[in-house]
C-alpha cells in the first residue's frame, strides 16, 4: 500500500466493503468464551495497513465486548513489514489521545504475513481480515502476455487480443487456493474454542467482479505506453497485478472440503455488492473529470508499489508511475462505461471448533 497517509485518505471504498460484514462480528461478540481467569481478551486484526479502516473496526469489537466485560483487551495489528508502521500508530494516539479509548485496552503491532502465523497457539479469541486476501502470497511461475491480470477481462473492456485462457488462468487458482489454505491452518492454530474469524475481501459474484474496470483500465494505459514507446513491450508481456478476485464458494472451498480447516464452523458467508462513495458522487453530479480522479485515487492507493515494482528500473521510472495514473484519469474521465466499477464485497464470519 502507498503509505504517507494517502491510503487512509483514498480507502473509503474499503470502509464501506468491510462494514457491510462488521456488524456480523459485533452481533457475535455476544457469544465468544471470555477468559475466567483474568487473563486478557486477546484481538487480531490482520493486513491492517495504515490502520485508519482498522481501528474503525476494533473501536466498534471493543464496544460491543464492554457490554459484557471490563476485562483488559490486548489488540494487535499486522501487516508485512514494509508496512508504513508509523502512521499506524499515530492513528492509534491521534494528538497523543487514545484512539481506542481510556484504560484496559492495549494496541501493538506485528510484522508478518496473514498467510502465516503471527500470534502464539490458542491465544486468540477474535480474528479479523478486511480487504487483504486477495493479494497472492507469491506469483506461479506462468506470464501472461495478452493481460496484465489472472483474471478474465471485463466484457465492456473487451479489446482485440486482451485475453486470459484458461491454461493461463489455472495456476493462478491454484495458488490462491493454497493461500486460502495456509490463512484457514494458521488462524485455526491461533484461535482459542469458541474463537470467531470474520473474514472479508473483495471478490466476485454471478455478475461483477471487482476486477472489473481496476485491471482493465491499467491494461489499456499500459498498451498506451508501449504504443507511445515509454515502455517496451516486453514489461508489459511480463507484467502481473498479483491479485486474484475469489467467488465465495473458492473462498470457503478449504473448509467445505475439509482438506485444510476442518476446525472451522461456517456461521454465514455470502457476497454483497456494496456502494461506494465517488459512485454515489458520480450518480449525483455527473462529473467525470472528479469521478475519475477519485476512483483512480482509490486504486493508486492499494497498486502503486506494486505498479512501480514491475516497470523497467531506469532512472524515470517515478515519472512512468505517476504517467501509469495520470492516463488512468484521462481514460476513466473519457469512458466511464468501459471503467465501470462494482465493489463486490464477500464476507465469511466462522466459529473456532
Known amino acids: 500500500m502507498r503509505g504517507g497517509g494517502f491510503y487512509d485518505a483514498n480507502s473509503s471504498g474499503q470502509r464501506s466493503a468491510m462494514d457491510v460484514f462488521l456488524p456480523w ?34 473501536r466498534a469489537i471493543i464496544e460491543a465486548l464492554r457490554k459484557r466485560t471490563k476485562a483488559d483487551v490486548w489488540t494487535f495489528f499486522d501487516d508485512l513489514p514494509s508496512n508504513d508502521f508509523n502512521q499506524l500508530f499515530a492513528n492509534l494516539f491521534p494528538g497523543s489521545a487514545r484512539a481506542l479509548g481510556g484504560s484496559g485496552v492495549y494496541p501493538a503491532a506485528i510484522g508478518g504475513s496473514l498467510y502465516e502465523r503471527v500470534a502464539p497457539t490458542s491465544s486468540l479469541h477474535l480474528a479479523t481480515t478486511f480487504n487483504a486476501l486477495g493479494w497472492m502470497s507469491t506469483l506461479p511461475a506462468m506470464r501472461l502476455p495478452q493481460f496484465v491480470s489472472p483474471m478474465a477481462p471485463s466484457p465492456s473492456a473487451s479489446e482485440k487480443g486482451v485475453s486470459v485462457s484458461e491454461e493461463e488462468h489455472a495456476p493462478f487458482a ?23 474469524l470474520l473474514v472479508q475481501v473483495f471478490g466476485r459474484n454471478e455478475e461483477y ?5 481496476i485491471v482493465d483500465g491499467l491494461n489499456d494505459v499500459l498498451l498506451d505506453m508501449v504504443r507511445a514507446g515509454r515502455i517496451g513491450a516486453e514489461a508489459y508481456e511480463d507484467f502481473v497485478f498479483p491479485v486474484f478476485y475469489r467467488s465465495v464458494e473458492e473462498l470457503l472451498s478449504p473448509i467445505a472440503q475439509g482438506d485444510a480447516s476442518p476446525e472451522f464452523r461456517v456461521d454465514k458467508a455470502e457476497a454483497r455488492e456494496c456502494e461506494v462513495p465517488f459512485n454515489e458522487e458520480f ?6 473529470r472528479a469521478w475519475a480522479e477519485s476512483y483512480v485515487g482509490f486504486i493508486r492507493a492499494f497498486s502503486e508499489p506494486v505498479v512501480a515494482s514491475r516497470l523497467p528500473e531506469t532512472e524515470d521510472r517515478p515519472e512512468l508511475v505517476a504517467e501509469v495514473y495520470g492516463r488512468m484519469v484521462d481514460r476513466f474521465a473519457a469512458d466511464p462505461d468501459r471503467y465501470e466499477f462494482h465493489y463486490i464485497s464477500l464476507g465469511a464470519l466462522l466459529t473456532r471448533l
Not at 30 to 35: C, D, H, K, W, Y
Not at 186 to 194: D, F, H, K, S, W
Not at 283 to 288: H, I, W
Request: cysteine-free; hydrophobic content about 35%.
Open 209 to 213: 467482479s471487482t476486477a472489473n474496470g
Open 283 to 288: 450518480a449525483r453530479t455527473g462529473d467525470r
Open 174 to 196: 491454484r495458488q490462491a487456493r493454497e493461500d486460502m489454505n495456509r490463512f484457514y491452518r494458521a488462524r485455526a492454530a491461533e484461535l482459542r474454542t469458541g474463537g470467531k
Open 25 to 58: 462480528l459485533v452481533d457475535a461478540v455476544a457469544e465468544i468464551p471470555l477468559p475466567e481467569d483474568g487473563s486478557p481478551i486477546v484481538l487480531l486484526d490482520l493486513g491492517s495497513s495504515e490502520g485508519g479502516n482498522a481501528i474503525h473496526a476494533v
